[in-house]
């Protein structure tokens, strides 16, 4: 089933304020806020996002998605994932 | 065959017995060790045109390339040892230690040289994007007699300290790995660890010195499982060296049951704890490889190893000294004397890092406690500073807070580092605002990337209205971790 895009960036944000940044009340963290390259997450929690991803809307990433041009910002993943979807 | 004296001397003998074998690899490209030998000869020359001589430094500051082995092999070559710098970290820290390091040459990637202008001229290009640049100014500090590289960690002072190695101290452990693993040139080794760390002595001479090929894993390959899983499987790796960290993501997130790694005949381990249930994981996927773990700090080289086996554990050990080595248990901590200790820290007193026992033996401290179980075998227990490793980095907290108490918005910071539940070492900043500073952790991420090396910036800031203080007017670290 494919999502709306703006309930994917809320649901991604949601995630990304839950499980990365705990000891904060997140309202921060826009829709355009740099999480790879501002330092919000590494390596190990990029794959946790990845797995996220994969889980809650059933594609699965290919070796060479998993990179700062897919996942560096809500907006940015959120159209990766309606991209994923469609494709 | 005449002993080998130099680091630089393997390649030569290497290049004589197998010309035609490929040296390294990185993406679609290779080199032979004939090749290899000449362009590092030809870096060589450049370099002893513009003073590079015994006694003096080059550093370099690059991505890692087919040609920055060579401008290792080149720098080797001119007599100079070579100062591997983290392109990535700050530029301002790199700054330092360039500047720190006093050297007469560096040899750059075409985009920083520009930072570097003022101190430095442009001399001549290499393939790859790399600039060869001579140093302006007249420098006068030699190295210590065979020195042949320094590699900077982090210091609790907030500055980076370089440890310095001679020739013959690295070939000492590199002697000691072909006893222990006996590769040969049918193998393939990995090249995961920058240059500038100390796991990429093994990858780099060790697998020249035995004519094998050496597989150059670019930066962010490294970081990504599903790449790196991949990579190991087609290049048909057969010496695996890098942090745990890396082979727990790899065995979690790597999906390596779609490949198959029958090549894999060593996975070797080193830079921090292994958690034995992630071990495990890792153990299931790759049943049939030989697992070693080594240890030993960057001033030592590895120390202790330890062949793992199919019995139980429940800590893996860090096994017993090498047979080049001496330890010493002093109160729980591990001193080690031997011919594979370095020289010292370059340009900085020796901070107490070395103690000398009664028949005048220099022994290095190295500031590990550890435990002895029933087979003689050590078991890591802790630090006795505030030194931690993450991703097999060694990390000096004070050196992140004096990095955060430069930022604007802060009256005081500080900083702790702990293990969770998974083995993996979180980083905290605790920090106390000025009364008019912005609270955003997003920001202070942010200044944290900017200012620190990537490996260095905090898992968790935590704003307080108020920090613990002991008697002696000292952050008092424990109350503070009950806090959190």
């Given amino acids: 089933m494919s999502s709306n895009v703006n309930e994917i960036k809320e649901t991604v944000r949601e995630f990304v304020k839950n499980r990365f940044l705990k000891n904060s009340d997140g309202l921060e963290l826009t829709y355009s806020t740099p999480l790879i390259s501002g330092g919000i997450i590494d390596s190990i929690l990029t794959m946790q996002l990845v797995v996220f991803l994969e889980q809650t809307y059933s594609f699965e990433f290919q070796a060479h998605e998993v990179d700062k041009d897919n996942l560096d910002t809500i907006e940015i993943i959120a159209a990766f994932v309606v991209k994923k979807q469609n494709g | ?484």
């Avoid at chain 2, 990579?231 to 979690?252: D, G, R, V």
């Fill in chain 2, 1 to 484: 065959m005449d002993k080998i004296e130099k680091l630089h001397e393997l390649l030569e003998v290497s290049a004589g017995l197998f010309p035609d074998n490929i040296a390294v690899c990185y993406l679609d490209r290779s080199i032979t060790y004939h090749q290899l030998n000449s362009s590092s000869n030809l870096i060589s020359d450049d370099l002893k045109a513009i003073g590079a001589k015994e006694g003096s430094r080059v550093a370099i500051c690059a991505p890692k390339s087919i040609d920055f082995v060579s401008s290792i092999f080149g720098i080797l070559k001119s007599g100079a040892a070579y100062l591997p710098v983290d392109y990535s970290s700050p530029i301002e820290r790199n700054k330092f230690i360039i500047q720190n390091g006093e050297v007469s040459a560096i040899i750059i990637s075409k985009e920083l040289f520009h930072y570097f202008e003022s101190e430095f001229s442009f001399v001549s290009d290499l393939d790859n994007n790399l600039v060869i640049a001579k140093n302006n100014n007249s420098l006068s500090k030699k190295s210590p007699p065979d020195l042949a590289y320094i590699l900077y960690t982090s210091g609790s002072t907030g500055i980076p300290k370089g440890v310095m190695y001679s020739n013959s101290a690295a070939l000492e452990f590199v002697n000691w790995s072909s006893e222990i693993f006996k590769p040969s040139h049918i193998d393939t080794f990995s090249s995961h660890a920058p240059f500038h760390f100390d796991l990429s002595i093994f990858d780099l001479f060790v697998s020249i010195k035995h004519g094998a090929k050496l597989v150059l894993i670019k930066e962010e390959v490294g970081k990504q499982p599903l790449l790196l899983a991949k990579l190991i499987a087609e290049q048909k790796i057969s010496i695996w060296y890098s942090t745990p960290s890396i082979l727990n993501m790899l065995a979690e997130y790597g999906k390596m049951e779609k490949y198959d790694f029958g090549n894999l005949r060593f996975i070797l381990f080193a830079g921090e704890v292994f958690p034995i249930t992630q071990f495990k994981v890792l153990k299931n996927k790759v049943p049939a490889a030989v697992y070693y773990n080594l240890y030993g700090p960057t001033e030592t080289n590895v120390c202790t190893y330890y062949r793992l086996t199919d019995q139980l554990y429940t800590q893996i050990p860090i096994g017993k000294v090498c047979e080049h080595y001496r330890c010493l248990i002093v109160d729980e901590e591990i001193f080690i004397r031997g011919s594979g200790v370095m020289l010292g820290y370059w340009n900085l007193p020796e901070q107490d890092a070395f103690w000398k026992d009664s028949s005048n033996n220099v022994w290095y401290k190295t500031g590990d406690l550890v435990d002895i179980d029933g087979s003689g075998n050590y078991i890591f227990k802790g630090r006795r500073d505030r030194m931690v490793k993450r991703n097999g980095y060694r990390i000096e907290l004070d050196e992140i807070e004096v990095a955060l108490d430069k930022h604007d918005f802060i009256s005081k910071s500080a900083v702790l580092g702990n293990a969770n539940s998974d083995g993996q070492m979180i980083i905290s900043a605790i920090i106390l605002l000025k009364t008019d500073g912005e609270k955003s952790v997003i920001k202070m991420k942010e200044y944290c990337m900017n200012n620190l090396p990537s490996y260095m910036v905090p898992n968790d800031i935590v704003f307080v209205e108020d920090l613990p203080y002991t008697s002696s007017h000292k952050v008092d670290y424990q109350k503070l971790k009950l806090l959190i």
